[in-house]
């Protein structure tokens, strides 16, 4: 489920291509809205089995315990904001969406990630089970 701080139009594009994509502010996401506060979008992924992709960094920041909480996987996309950020940041979803679902179905538990415009890519940053950090994470 894409947060409203990301365009309708990239939950429409992955669609086209069979990802099972919503955004927040579309009418198939039922009791959603874009002005729905985090924990309703916490608690409405975790209900319906989804997972949340935002650009809202400072979300993870605010509400780290609560997402943790929820058991919800996550998907942090970073970039700038500038005239071009639509492009911009569908062009790095759809980079590392195929990574990060592999992932989703391996993991044994809520797992969150970062995608970045850097040579990394995909980055993990929180796991619920041990088993999904990745080896080289010494947390």
């Known amino acids: 489920m894409l947060d409203n701080d990301l365009s309708k139009d990239i939950a429409k594009a992955l669609r086209i291509f069979d990802y099972d994509i919503y955004h927040i502010d579309e009418p198939e996401v039922l ?39 929820s058991k919800i996987s996550v998907l942090w996309v970073r970039g700038h904001p500038e005239s071009s950020a639509t492009w911009t940041l569908f062009k790095l979803i759809v980079r590392w969406m195929d990574l990060f679902q592999q992932k989703l179905i391996n993991a044994h538990g809520a797992i969150h990630y970062r995608i970045t415009r850097g040579e990394k890519g995909l980055i993990f940053v929180w796991a619920e089970h041990p088993y999904d950090y990745p080896k080289s994470s010494k947390q």
């Not at 729905?36 to 319906?48: A, L, R």
């Open 31 to 69: 009791g959603l809205s874009a002005d729905s506060s985090d924990q309703e979008i916490f608690k409405w992924c975790n209900t319906n089995g989804r997972v949340w992709i935002t650009h809202d960094i400072d979300t993870r920041k605010k509400h780290a315990a609560d997402l943790k909480a």
